[in-house]
């Protein structure tokens, strides 16, 4: 039994390994949190912004340099949201700069595989998020997650969720206005 668990982990230790490789060999470097992606490639310091090309669409991405074969080029596996995505171009070590790009997720609750759907993908399943605060969730993400968790507690004490209580404090405001109707085998789906 224990050859099969350590095949398994001898397994698990060569995709990790593949992926890294992956990931290293890219012509870019990025990283992600839950609600967006950061691209970042080295050019030559000499360069400036009139001498990059990027096109940022909501569904694809393009960037390089003017006449030359773009650095990263392909379809996102998810839409972003283009007004609050952008670029620029900063000093970077060893005389270089940094092309870095900002991609704002739509879905802001979804890990992304890779950049580029043609780009090696990474297993998701392993990225472990940072801690977050529920301070720092913006206004509707932070009212969906709180009603969440409210939902989740009344369940476990055997209460009505907040959808359950909005359904019976209707019925019971209808009831109060017809009294003349019998509720008694009235149920609430």
Do not use: C
């Not at 340099?65 to 379809?75: F, N, R, Y």
């Amino acid at each position: 039994m224990s050859d099969v668990t350590e095949l398994t982990r001898a397994e698990e230790a060569a995709a990790r390994a593949k992926e890294q490789a992956e990931q290293e060999a890219l012509p870019y470097k990025w990283t992600q949190t839950i609600g967006d992606v950061d691209i970042t490639i080295l050019v030559p310091g000499n360069l400036k912004g009139k001498d990059m090309v990027v096109e940022i669409r909501k569904q694809s991405l393009t960037a390089g340099i003017k006449g030359q074969e773009p650095v990263i080029k392909g379809d996102l596996p998810h839409p972003i949201l283009l007004d609050d995505s952008t670029w620029t171009l900063s000093p970077a070590p060893a005389g270089q700069k940094a092309l870095e790009i900002h991609l704002e997720k739509h879905n802001k609750l979804e890990w992304w595989p890779h950049v580029v759907t043609s780009a090696p993908k990474i297993d998701v399943s392993k990225i472990v998020p940072e801690n977050s605060k529920l301070s720092d969730l913006e206004g509707e993400t932070r009212a969906m997650v709180e009603k969440m968790m409210y939902d989740q507690r009344q369940k476990e004490m055997g209460l009505p969720t907040s959808d359950e209580q909005k359904k019976m404090d209707i019925l019971k405001k209808f009831q109060e206005q017809h009294p003349e109707m019998d509720f008694s085998n009235a149920k609430i789906q």
